[in-house]
């Protein structure tokens, strides 16, 4: 009788611990989820960021147009990237270069929707980035077609050769923790086709091809955008971790310094140089310190996230100029910040791998990702681009682009108060002269 006692108290506490297991293991995911959900909705503030941003850069005739875009490549993008992106980045990948399966995912398991949720907002992200370099001449309806290219087929394919288990840079050991160059480059490359199809803005360049100041009309607004973007970036790099892990202090720690590193500098090479230190150079050192850091946040000690952010910062002003010179015409400084400081800090996140710093293998690996990454979206973006512009005309016509994209494309207005010259105006001055008499 004793030993029957003892066999079922046994036997109660056995079944009580695997029930206790169980209800933790519940919690944990439970945990895990909220963390996901809540990165994913603090990556989608920064299309806020980025409309900000982008809409204050240009000039008020064309700040309605630049948000639409960024509305509206979130929207279009949200519906491709379920229905074709996300399988061909993660779905089963037995060549390496892209997914077969987990099309239009409908019925499925609590994780793979949470983790759908959170890789359509980076996809978001990626696409978003070619609107404000090509802002104030590009016709809508051509951009949105190219958003759709770029979220189905180029994006995707690129992101299953790094993040996908099966992807051959994966397999190399290609380190790109949070999107340097998955998200961020593979952006900039698509901006740095497009700006070369369109070309510049009327004006933007001189007859002997000396650069004119081209003033966005809101610099308040760029610098809200720019804090928007800063503070969703903590759940862009935070966020990649999948799981409320406590790798996420490091990881937004560096983050942060990254960021703070790359405004700096980039006000501190304004001063060495004895040129202004402007507000639109500051911000975007700030987001090239971000997107440096994107790479190698998870895996590096935050002294050479100072350094990484840092060089970014002076990279991105470097890069600007650059293009310049080259006479290509980026409203934003998207290719710099997102393309030319995406490939250094994904270069870094080798150099400074805390595992095995400096190390010749490694880093050969990133240069060859950083490579596969420009040729492949380069070549298919400048295609893409060439054709729509062959089919429908990628840039608006001079006459719109002169009047403003808002009233041509929209018929609408974003400052109608001060845009006294346009058809809007006078029709409704000549409605209300029609109303006095």
């Known amino acids: 009788m004793k030993k029957a006692k003892i066999t079922l108290t046994l036997s109660t506490l056995l079944f009580s611990s695997l029930a206790f297991a169980d209800d933790i293991a519940d919690l944990t995911g439970a945990t895990n989820m909220v963390w996901l959900v809540t990165a994913s909705a603090l990556v989608f503030l920064m299309q806020a960021g980025f409309a900000l941003l982008e809409s204050g850069m240009s000039r008020s005739k064309n700040s309605l147009n630049v948000v639409m875009k960024n509305y509206m490549d979130v929207c ?33 398991d609590p994780t793979s929707y949470g983790v759908l949720l959170f890789q359509t907002m980076f996809a978001a992200t990626a696409v978003t980035i070619a609107s404000g370099a090509m802002a104030e001449r590009t016709r809508f309806d051509a951009y949105l077609v190219g958003a759709v290219v770029i979220t189905a087929i180029i994006y995707p394919i690129f992101g299953s050769w790094v993040w996908n288990a099966d992807g051959w840079l994966a397999k190399m050991g290609f380190i790109d923790f949070a999107g340097s160059t998955v998200v961020h480059s593979v952006g900039a490359w698509c901006a740095l086709a497009g700006v070369i199809i369109l070309g510049p803005r009327l004006g933007r360049f001189d007859k002997s091809g000396k650069p004119r100041e081209l003033r966005g009309h809101n610099l308040t607004l760029v610098a809200l955008g720019g804090f928007i973007l800063w503070f969703g970036w903590f759940g862009f790099n935070g966020g990649s971790t999948l799981s409320a892990s406590a790798d996420i202090g490091l990881i937004n720690l560096n983050t942060q310094l990254a960021a703070a590193a790359g405004a700096s500098a980039s006000m501190l090479l304004a001063v060495a140089l004895r040129k202004p230190i402007l507000l639109t150079e500051t911000v975007n050192g700030s987001l090239a310190g971000l997107v440096a850091i994107t790479a190698g946040c998870a895996s590096m000690l935050p002294a050479y996230a100072v350094l990484t952010g840092a060089i970014g910062g002076v990279v991105c002003v470097l890069g600007g100029q650059l293009m ?10 998207a290719v710099s910040v997102h393309g030319f400081a995406g490939a250094w800090g994904t270069l870094a996140a080798g150099i400074f791998y805390a595992d095995s710093m400096f190390d010749a293998k490694i880093i050969t690996v990133q240069l060859i990702g950083i490579a596969a990454c420009f040729v492949w979206t380069f070549c298919c973006a400048i295609i893409m681009y060439f054709a729509i512009d062959i089919l429908m005309g990628l840039r608006a016509p001079a006459q719109h682009e002169q009047r403003g994209l808002d009233l041509s494309e929209h018929a609408e207005i974003g400052y109608p108060e001060f845009n006294t010259g346009s058809i809007a105006y006078t029709a409704d001055r000549a409605a209300n002269m029609d109303l006095q008499r």
Do not use: R
Request: charged share 10%.
């Open 324 to 333: 310049l010179k080259m006479h290509l015409d980026d409203v934003v400084g």
């Open 76 to 108: 279009i993008g949200t519906l491709i990237f379920w229905a074709l992106g996300y399988g061909l980045m993660f779905g089963n990948n037995p060549s390496g270069f892209m997914g077969t399966d987990l099309f239009l995912i409908n019925d499925s």
